[in-house]
């Protein structure tokens, strides 16, 4: 099929659209923005506004399947849900699929939900400790044995009402969190909420990284009880946001934890995929969300072992990929100029991050054409950012790659921003020029096309 994309159209799935029919809402989530309000909040994603604007651009009839391979929060499957459509998500970070689970919670059980926190709440009360082993519990790194037993009970209440085991089993031991279900997700959340609020002093000007404490007197000892009521009064402030999911529900809904490097989908599954990969800005995911991890029972070298998987990670994995022709001549000239920059560590630690990012960057576009249907569409927000003077145009690499896979670009819009870990960083200031800026795109692809030249 020939598509011919011209400057006045934009084109999308089985629509025609004149450019001056709709404006794509700004992605960026707005720091305490009533309408990206959530149970959990994340650092990384984009608002349901945008994801609604990218479905009603692509016009998919009904039935259509949505993915989203960096789910994140849910924000792609739940809006994609909620406007009828079967979404499918999955993320490498199982904190991240509780959540995304969480947030596809119908409304209509808001009734019962306080009800079953002061039953979750009343039975961690009764929970003998002695039933308790605590000898390697990842929480103890920051939190008495006390404050963690607290935590525990609750976590083992809500398991005993909601999962159908006999026996405690940490969410790491249950397969792809398969039996978990929004319901049940939605009770851990409120237990991440509680302990990400605990955890603040270890917090710094970073807002993904979690310190762990210098000495003993800074380790958390916080009486069962405030535990307690501070998990029902989470609750609480979670039922605020349950009117904005009561919509109608699409017929199929799926999250799991998986790679997006190796999808366990079928090939041409999917019609629609609307998601961000990770910005290249060694944003390190896994500790950002490492109190939650360990509430799901990751230790400290689980979570070294997950953030050696995740894209974009700041540490080096034991094998380094060799840079590909297949990348693209403007990422393979990207790299070059990381590699020979005279600043410290170019040519050996940030050389090789770059190569493990684009490598696994470009596994996941082969990957997502490979589940993408024939005609299908993909469409990205991708950010440029900075090694030192040096840009990372991830908008002009992403479409380099997808050049070998016969993606056309058929819409584009960027947007300035002014949200990014660099501008926290204040050593990279010695590097600011007036030419440099940082931009947020939105780039819609289409599989299967190509353009007229």
């Known amino acids: 099929m020939h598509v011919e994309v011209s400057d006045s159209y934009r084109i999308g799935c089985g629509v025609l659209m004149n450019k001056g029919d709709m404006q794509f809402r700004n992605p960026k989530r707005t720091v305490n923005s009533k309408q990206d309000l959530s149970f959990y909040e994340y650092y990384a994603g984009y608002t349901e506004g945008f994801v609604e604007d990218v479905l009603e651009f692509l016009g998919l009839p009904q039935g259509s399947i949505v993915l989203d391979p960096w789910n994140g929060s849910g924000t792609t499957t739940r809006t994609a849900n909620n406007c009828g459509y079967s979404s499918v998500g999955f993320d490498l970070n199982p904190v991240m699929a ?12 808001e009734s019962s939900l306080s009800s079953i926190a002061e039953d979750i709440v009343a039975k961690a009360k009764r929970f003998r400790l002695s039933n308790l082993e605590l000898s390697d519990d990842p929480l103890l790194v920051w939190m008495t044995a006390v404050t963690t037993k607290a935590i525990r009970r609750i976590e083992r209440a809500l398991q005993q009402l909601l999962l159908p085991t006999a026996t405690y089993v940490p969410i790491i031991g249950l397969n792809g969190l398969q039996r978990i279900s929004s319901l049940t997700a939605f009770y851990y959340v409120a237990l991440f909420r509680v302990t990400r609020n605990l955890f603040r002093r270890f917090r710094g000007s970073n807002p993904t990284w979690i310190k762990k404490p210098a000495s003993v007197s800074q380790i958390l000892d916080v009486e069962p009880t405030v535990i307690f009521n501070r998990y029902l009064a989470t609750v609480e402030e979670m039922l605020r946001f349950l009117p904005s999911l009561t919509v109608r529900r699409g017929p199929l809904a799926i999250i799991g934890v998986g790679t997006s490097e190796s999808l366990p989908l079928k090939d041409g599954y999917i019609d629609t995929v609307i998601t961000s990969p990770p910005y290249c800005t ?67 630690y940030y050389y090789k991050h770059y190569l493990q990012y684009f490598d696994s960057l470009y596994n996941s576009l082969h990957e997502i054409d490979r589940v993408l249907k024939a005609q299908g569409s993909c469409a990205l927000v991708v950010q440029n950012s900075y090694y030192k003077d040096v840009e990372i145009d991830l908008a002009a690499i992403v479409n380099s790659m997808v050049e070998f896979l016969e993606w056309s670009l058929v819409e584009r819009v960027d947007y300035g921003t002014k949200r990014t870990i660099a501008a926290i960083n204040s050593r990279s200031n010695a590097y600011m020029t007036t030419g440099r800026h940082t931009v947020e795109s939105i780039m819609i692809f289409r599989k299967g096309a190509t353009r007229d030249v």
């Open 98 to 109: 509780v959540v995304a689970k969480a947030n596809l919670l119908d409304g209509s059980v």
């Open 282 to 348: 060694r944003i390190d995911y896994a500790i950002a969300t490492q109190p939650e991890l360990a509430i799901l029972g990751y230790s400290i070298s689980d979570v070294r072992r997950l953030r050696m998987q995740m894209i974009g990670t700041p540490t080096i994995k034991p094998e380094v990929p060799e840079p590909s022709e297949q990348w693209s001549e403007q990422c393979t000239k990207t790299l070059e100029k990381v590699r020979s920059h005279s600043s410290k560590a170019s040519g050996t």
